[in-house]
């Protein structure tokens, strides 16, 4: 992705969360980084200078709103949307009025949080950039709907083209079935998991016909592409 493209920090104590929200912004071309709580976010806050915050009010040691108070009493203003459990107007008064720029309850659309971040970066004055993807030798540009591999075209369907573009978005991480369930199907489908492996065999037909193989199945959790040295 390329490194002029927004940069958004993603804090949430859960896992799969920031996997789901990092991964929904990673498609629409927004470059992220993960904090897992209020410390770490701070010192991310510091060392990566994000475009934007998408907090999770509920930590343990250090909060949410304790990252906001601190944030905003240092004179920082990057724009932050919390995203919380908890849903009462207190809590939405107490979060806006600290300082926070929008505020989602869980459990959240993905589609509706991506489209509330591209709302407060494009308010921000930071432009959308063209996206391009790569492993190795292999380049997906998402402006201009392509995919390469050493050069060539690589001709997909649409739900091939997605799956690619979950994966290369979380190039080197592994992906279990359910999570490419998630941001390929939306589970809205009939049958089962084994739509994914029938979908990474078309892909492999497509993508893996030179070397390097870039497709791999870790066994027992699921699939990663990635450059092995």
Not at 151 to 157: D, H, R, T
């Amino acid at each position: 992705m390329a490194e002029s493209s927004p940069l958004v920090l993603v804090v949430d104590d859960e896992e799969n969360i920031r996997f789901l929200v990092e991964t929904g912004l990673g498609l629409d071309g927004i470059r992220t980084v993960g904090a897992g709580d209020g410390r770490q976010a701070l010192a991310a806050v510091t060392e990566h200078r994000p475009q934007l915050i998408v907090l999770d009010a509920m930590m343990p040691e250090l909060d949410g709103f304790e990252v906001l108070r601190r944030l905003r009493d240092s004179g920082d203003r990057t724009p932050i949307i919390f995203l919380t459990a908890r849903d009462s107007t207190e809590d939405r008064v107490k979060g806006l009025t600290e300082g926070a720029d929008d505020y989602m309850v869980k459990p959240f659309a993905v589609a509706e949080l991506v489209a509330r971040v591209r709302l407060r970066l494009d308010q921000s004055g930071v432009a959308r950039q063209q996206t391009v993807l790569e492993c190795a030798d292999l380049e997906m540009n998402t402006e201009a709907h392509r995919v390469t591999r050493a050069g060539q075209p690589v001709e997909l369907s649409p739900t091939e083209y997605k799956l690619l573009e979950v994966l290369l978005t979380n190039t080197g991480r592994v992906l279990s079935r359910a999570q490419l369930l998630e941001h390929v199907w939306q589970y809205d489908f009939d049958g089962d998991s084994s739509i994914v492996d029938t979908y990474i065999s078309y892909l492999r037909k497509k993508v893996d016909t030179v070397e390097p193989k870039l497709i791999h199945t870790v066994r027992g959790i699921g699939f990663c592409l990635r450059l092995d040295s």
